[in-house]
C-alpha cells in the first residue's frame, strides 16, 4: 500500500510539473509571436474555396490595378468637323466579299464602310466566309447575319453611310452575268486608288465589287486630313459591329460564370495558327507531324507568292528575333514571374491552338484554373447557338476492300515468269485513330486533300467560337497576348482585342510583352526556366510592368497601329479629361503622335466621368491586404533561387517535357 501511495504522489508530482512548463511555454508564444502572420482557418477557406462559397476575392493592385497614367482617357469617337449626313442620290452601290477568319472579317468590314463614305457610295452588306472554298456549305454561313447583328449595323451607321441588304432588283441580273467591275484591293491600298480608279467606274456602271482575302482594303496609317474617316472606322469596330443576339447573350453567361468564381480572371490568346507560324518560319518550334504541316503550309505560301523566303529557316533564329509567338509553357513561367498564384483563373482565347493540349500541358500545370469555353458551356448551348443546319455527310474512313481469293489467283498467274521473289511485306495498316484527325492525310499522302463540305463547317463554326473568345477578352480583368505585332500584313485576334480594349478602358491591364526582349530573357536561363535567379524575375518584372505603361503603349503604336488602325485608335478616338495633367507629346519621323495628342474630352464626358468616380469612392473596399493574390516574398540575395518561380505546385517526378 505504500508502495503504490509513492507512485501516485510521484504521478501528481509529474503531472503538475507538465501544466507548469506548458503554461510557461504559452507565455512565451504570446509575447514573441507578435511579428507572426495568424492563421486564420476562415481565411483559409476563403482562399481554397472561395469559389464555391462565393465569397468575393481580394485584388492585389499589383496584379490587377488600373495603369493610372491612362486613367484620363475616354472613348470618343464622334465626329467633330463638319460632317454631312449622306445623300440617297450618290455615286452607285458597292458590295463586297469578304474571305479569312475573325480579325480579316471585321477590319475589312470596318474598312468597306470607310470606303463608303470616301467614295459616296451605297453599301450592299457584304458576304464574310471562313474560308475561299464554298462548294457544299449552306449559304447561311455565309451571310452577314450569322455573325453579326444586321439591323444594328444598319441603324447605327444612318448618319455615316446608307446601308442596304441587297441590290435592287434590276441589277441583281446584270450582277450574276458578271457585268459590273470587280477589284481585288490589297491591304495597303492608298485613298488615291479609289478616288482615281475605282470612282469613275463606279460612277459610270453605278456598282463595283470588291473581293477581300487580306484582312482589309484600306491603309492604316491615313492624312491627317481624314481623321474623320479614322474615327469612322472606331465607329464601325467599337459600336455598329454587334454580334447577333444569341452569341451576345452566350458570351456575357460566360463572363457572369468567370465572375461568379469571385476572382479576377486573365484572359490569353496563344495566337498558335498554322497559317501565320508558316509564314514566319516556326516549324522547328514544334514536333513530328506539326513540324511537317507548318512546312506544308509553308510550301504552298511560297508557291503562292505571299512568302519570298526559303522553305527551310532556322526557327530559333527567328524565335530569337521576336517573329516566333510566346510558347505557352513559356508564358505560365512569366506570370509566375509577375506573382499570378497557381490558383489564378485563366481563360485561354483563339478558335485554333496549333499543337493541341500538348502545348498547353506545362501551362496547365502551372495554373490549374485554365478554363476556355468548353468548360464554361454545355454542349447543348453550342448547338442553340450554332442552331438548325443542313445535315452533311461524315467523313468516315473506308478502308479499301479486300480482295477475293479469285482476284488473288489471277494477280498470281499474271505475275510473270517463275522463279520470281518472295513479294515484298504489308504496309503496315493504317489505323482508323490516324486517319480520322483533320491531319491524317499526312500518313498516306504528299498533298493535302482539299476541305470536305463538313471541314467547311466546321471552319465556319470558328468564326461563333472566336466571338465568344473576343467577348470574354474585352472584358477581362487582365489580358496577354502570346502572338501580336507579329510583322507580317495581315490583322491579328489579339491586336484587335488590345486595340478594343484601348478604346473602351485604357487604363485596363493589357499586356504588350516585346518578344525579342523576352527570348533574349529565356536564352539566358533556357537550362533552368524552372528554377531562375532573382535577378532574372527581377527583370522580367520590370519589362511587363512597361509594356503597360507609356512603353508599352508607344511600341504598340509605333509597331502595331501601321498595320491594323483598330489596334491602336489612339489618338483619333480618344480624349483626355482636363483635370488630368497633359503628357509629353511624342511624335514620329513622319510628324504622327505616338503618345498624347487627345483632345480635351466634351463637358458631357466629363460629368459622366466625375460621377463615376464618386460612385467609386464612396463604394470602395479596402484592397490593400490581399490573401491569394499578393505578390509571394522574393529573397534578398540576388544568386538565390526566387521563391515566387519556384512553387509551381506540382509533383518533384512531374517532367515539363512530358
Known amino acids: 500500500m505504500v508502495f503504490k501511495s509513492k507512485i501516485k504522489w510521484v504521478a501528481l508530482f509529474v503531472l503538475a510539473l507538465s501544466m507548469g512548463s506548458l503554461l510557461v511555454h504559452l507565455s512565451i508564444t504570446k509575447f514573441s509571436a507578435a511579428g507572426l502572420v495568424q492563421y486564420s482557418p476562415l481565411a483559409a477557406l476563403r482562399q481554397d474555396f472561395g469559389s464555391l462559397i462565393g465569397t468575393q476575392g481580394s485584388r492585389s493592385k499589383k496584379l490587377w490595378g488600373n495603369v493610372k497614367a491612362f486613367e484620363s482617357l475616354q472613348p470618343y469617337a464622334n465626329p467633330r468637323t463638319n460632317y454631312p449626313a449622306p445623300n440617297e442620290e450618290n455615286n452607285g452601290f458597292i458590295y463586297a466579299k469578304v474571305f479569312g477568319g475573325f480579325e480579316k472579317i471585321r477590319s475589312s468590314i470596318c474598312?468597306?464602310?470607310?470606303?463608303?463614305?470616301?467614295?459616296?457610295?451605297?453599301l450592299v452588306i457584304p458576304e464574310i466566309q471562313e474560308s475561299l472554298r464554298s462548294k457544299g456549305i449552306s449559304y447561311k454561313l455565309k451571310s452577314f447575319s450569322y455573325l453579326y447583328n444586321e439591323e444594328q449595323f444598319i441603324a447605327s451607321l444612318t448618319r455615316d453611310v446608307i446601308i442596304v441588304k441587297s441590290l435592287p432588283e434590276n441589277l441583281k441580273a446584270a450582277r450574276k452575268r458578271?457585268?459590273?467591275?470587280?477589284?481585288?484591293?490589297?491591304?495597303?491600298?492608298?485613298?488615291?486608288?479609289?478616288?482615281?480608279?475605282?470612282?469613275?467606274?463606279?460612277?459610270?456602271?453605278q456598282v463595283i465589287g470588291l473581293i477581300l482575302t487580306d484582312g482589309g482594303c484600306l491603309q492604316s496609317i491615313l492624312p491627317p486630313s481624314m481623321s474623320e474617316l479614322q474615327r469612322l472606322r472606331c465607329?464601325?469596330?467599337?459600336?455598329?459591329?454587334?454580334?447577333?443576339?444569341?452569341?451576345?447573350?452566350?458570351?456575357?453567361?460566360?463572363?457572369?460564370r468567370l465572375r461568379a468564381w469571385g476572382q479576377p480572371f486573365l484572359a490569353y490568346h496563344p495566337g498558335l495558327v498554322r497559317e501565320t507560324l508558316a509564314y514566319h518560319g516556326c516549324a522547328e518550334l514544334f514536333q513530328d507531324v506539326h513540324t511537317e504541316l507548318i512546312q506544308y503550309r509553308r510550301a504552298q505560301m511560297i508557291r503562292q507568292g505571299i512568302v519570298n523566303e526559303e522553305l527551310s529557316v532556322d526557327s530559333h533564329l527567328r524565335r530569337d528575333n521576336g517573329s516566333c509567338p510566346l510558347m505557352p509553357e513559356e508564358v505560365g513561367i512569366l506570370l509566375r514571374a509577375m506573382g499570378y498564384p497557381p490558383k489564378t483563373i485563366i481563360y485561354l482565347a483563339g478558335s485554333e491552338t496549333f499543337g493541341g493540349q500538348r502545348v498547353l500541358i506545362p501551362l496547365r500545370?502551372?495554373?490549374?484554373?485554365?478554363?476556355?469555353?468548353?468548360?464554361?458551356?454545355?454542349?447543348?448551348?453550342?448547338?442553340?447557338?450554332?442552331?438548325?443546319?443542313?445535315?452533311?455527310p461524315q467523313d468516315l474512313f473506308q478502308p479499301p476492300p479486300a480482295k477475293s481469293e479469285k482476284q488473288l489467283k489471277e494477280e498470281w498467274n499474271k505475275a510473270g515468269p517463275r522463279p520470281r521473289p518472295l513479294p515484298p511485306p504489308p504496309d503496315r495498316p493504317i489505323y482508323l485513330h490516324e486517319k480520322e484527325g483533320w491531319y491524317g492525310w499526312i500518313t498516306e499522302s504528299d498533298t493535302e486533300p482539299s476541305p470536305s463540305a463538313m471541314d467547311l463547317k466546321n471552319q465556319a463554326h470558328r468564326l461563333l467560337w472566336d466571338a465568344l473568345d473576343y467577348i470574354v477578352s474585352v472584358e477581362a480583368d487582365a489580358f496577354f497576348p502570346g502572338f501580336h505585332n507579329d510583322g507580317s500584313k495581315w490583322p491579328d485576334f489579339a491586336s484587335l482585342v488590345m486595340g478594343q480594349r484601348l478604346y473602351e478602358s485604357a487604363a485596363s491591364r493589357t499586356y504588350r510583352p516585346d518578344r525579342k526582349l523576352l527570348a533574349e530573357l529565356f536564352n539566358i536561363t533556357r537550362e533552368n526556366m524552372y528554377h531562375p535567379k532573382h535577378n532574372w524575375t527581377v527583370s522580367?518584372?520590370?519589362?511587363?510592368?512597361?509594356?503597360?505603361?507609356?512603353?508599352?503603349?508607344?511600341?504598340?503604336s509605333l509597331f502595331s497601329k501601321p498595320v491594323s488602325f483598330l489596334s491602336h485608335p489612339l489618338p483619333e478616338c480618344s480624349c483626355r479629361t482636363s483635370s488630368a495633367t497633359v503628357p509629353n507629346e511624342l511624335k514620329g519621323k513622319n510628324g504622327r503622335f505616338l503618345y498624347g495628342g487627345e483632345d480635351e474630352c466634351p463637358k458631357w464626358i466629363q460629368r459622366g466621368q466625375e460621377a463615376g468616380s464618386l460612385?467609386?469612392?464612396?463604394?470602395?473596399?479596402?484592397?490593400?491586404?490581399?490573401?491569394?493574390?499578393?505578390?509571394?516574398?522574393?529573397?534578398?540575395d540576388g544568386d538565390s533561387k526566387n521563391g515566387t518561380t519556384l512553387v509551381f505546385d506540382r509533383d518533384e517526378e512531374w517532367d515539363p517535357n512530358d
Open 540 to 556: 522580367v518584372k520590370e519589362h511587363l510592368n512597361r509594356s503597360l505603361d507609356e512603353n508599352g503603349f508607344i511600341r504598340q
Open 365 to 392: 500545370a502551372m495554373f490549374s484554373n485554365l478554363v476556355d469555353r468548353t468548360s464554361l458551356c454545355s454542349q447543348k448551348e453550342f448547338s442553340d447557338l450554332i442552331g438548325p443546319e443542313t445535315s452533311v
Open 178 to 205: 458578271n457585268e459590273f467591275p470587280t477589284f481585288k484591293p490589297k491591304v495597303s491600298t492608298s485613298p488615291n486608288y479609289y478616288i482615281q480608279e475605282v470612282l469613275p467606274k463606279l460612277k459610270r456602271t
Open 111 to 122: 474598312d468597306l464602310v470607310t470606303i463608303s463614305r470616301l467614295l459616296n457610295a451605297t
Open 235 to 256: 465607329r464601325v469596330a467599337f459600336h455598329a459591329l454587334q454580334f447577333r443576339p444569341e452569341i451576345e447573350i452566350l458570351g456575357r453567361l460566360m463572363v457572369e
Open 615 to 636: 460612385e467609386s469612392v464612396g463604394g470602395k473596399t479596402d484592397d490593400s491586404e490581399s490573401s491569394d493574390y499578393d505578390e509571394l516574398p522574393e529573397s534578398d
